[in-house]
């Protein structure tokens, strides 16, 4: 039964009907649970706050400026309610909102501009090259331990100018920053601040040394930036590293080792990119709404919001189901086939929306685009050969193993 939505009820006494995928690692099956509770309500009730599931409400709640990023706030139900990890936390440009929010982030678009990122077309596909020279030979691979996790940080690490020779250790630091994403965050403070220390170290000389002698790396950018006099202070400058570090590296491998776990699904659509390359970039926004690895985005309430006749008061959370508003029927034709030759549609909302729209979107598309290119080049026939079950869906997300076999020598 759908709900009626013609009158303001408070979204706590709407009688919603309820939705949990927390615990299920079947993509395939939390998108079919969400799309019958959609069907029923463009509203549920989530685990942790109501859900909202429509491409319409989604957008809203991403672009109005009276829902904003939880912050600190969302450490709270996680065990962490202040200290030091607190603290860092709610310093991060995630975690920011308002003017202050808004100046950073025109600092640094400065920076990391499309321009800037497409400088390092020739580095990734050497970077692919080493990783994949030795699997195509063989026919066989973890796609997960092989390609996609070991792919973003030597990316990142040239952007940034680091030298070939710490892109492992930065590689380990990382794994253990990106713990803060977990539920059990409290569990792994101690190792989250020992790394977070370590690159913050690390990129604190990296700046003495650069503001000695300016180079053509990101790095030297955000010490250049300037609006109208305005520049990032040392602070700053070691805050946006980090968060720059954290944007571009877990996404892009968890959501590459969903591309190719959905393209096993879909062996026509994996050839057809092969023999069409020139339908890459369409094909990574196709992978991005079928089979997002972030299916929600919280965000806190800051004045009482009525939408779409429910009402959602001042201080409470909502969860923006992106999952949900990319399969939307009313915006997407047969949203739950996955089709590479879509064109002319709605955006996915996966990048997020309004002030928060992901600042590492550009490097993220180059990063999946030229992986796809090489991986349906030298990857042909390719087939899953086990189990690929994907972390916990309320995070992000993403296969944890991907075991493939594909025609070798290529």
């Not at 062996?267 to 997002?292: I, K, N, S, Y």
Request: charged share 25%.
């Amino acid at each position: 039964m759908t709900i009626a939505t013609n009158a303001v009820v408070d979204v706590s006494d709407a009688g919603l009907p309820r939705i949990d995928y927390e615990t299920i690692d079947d993509p395939a099956a939390a998108h079919r649970m969400i799309k019958e509770v959609r069907r029923q309500s463009p509203v549920a009730i989530g685990p942790h706050a109501p859900e909202v599931l429509s491409y319409e409400l989604v957008r809203t709640v991403l672009r109005d400026s009276r829902f904003h990023q939880p912050g600190v706030r969302g450490l709270v139900p996680r065990g962490v309610t202040g200290g030091p990890l607190w603290d860092r936390i709610g310093s991060a440009l995630l975690s920011l909102d308002g003017d202050e929010h808004t100046r950073l982030r025109k600092l640094v678009c400065k920076a990391f501009t499309g321009k800037a990122v497409g400088r390092l077309d020739s580095l990734i596909d050497s970077i692919l090259a080493e990783l994949v020279d030795p699997v195509a030979a063989v026919g066989r691979c973890d796609i997960v331990a092989d390609v996609a996790q070991p792919y973003p940080i030597p990316v990142i690490c040239a952007l940034f100018g680091a030298p070939r020779t710490d892109w492992r250790m930065i590689s380990d630091w990382t794994d253990d920053i990106f713990k803060m994403f977990w539920w059990d965050v409290a569990a792994h403070e101690a190792e989250i601040l020992t790394a977070w220390q370590k690159f913050d170290d690390y990129i604190d000389a990296m700046i003495t040394d650069r503001r000695a002698a300016l180079t053509d790396d990101l790095l030297s950018g955000l010490i250049r930036a300037e609006d109208d006099g305005d520049r990032l202070s040392h602070s700053e400058l070691l805050m946006l590293s980090m968060g720059i570090l954290a944007a571009g590296t877990d996404t892009t491998r968890n959501q590459l080792a969903a591309a190719v776990d959905t393209f096993c699904d879909h062996p026509d659509q994996w050839a057809l990119l092969a023999t069409h390359p020139e339908l890459v970039p369409q094909a990574v926004d196709e992978v991005m709404r079928f089979a997002p690895i972030v299916l929600n985005v919280p965000r806190y309430v800051t004045e009482d919001v009525e939408l779409s006749g429910f009402f959602f008061p001042r201080d409470s959370l909502v969860v923006a189901n992106t999952a949900a508003a990319n399969r939307d029927p009313l915006v997407y034709d047969n949203p739950d086939q996955f089709d590479i030759t879509r064109h002319d549609v709605p955006p996915m909302l996966t990048f997020g929306g309004g002030v928060h729209y992901c600042l590492g979107s550009h490097l993220a598309r180059l990063e999946l685009v030229r992986a796809l290119t090489v991986l349906t080049q030298r990857m042909p026939n390719i087939r899953r050969t086990g189990p690929a079950p994907w972390k916990p869906l309320m995070a992000v997300s993403g296969p944890q193993t991907l075991s493939v076999e594909f025609d070798a020598g290529h």
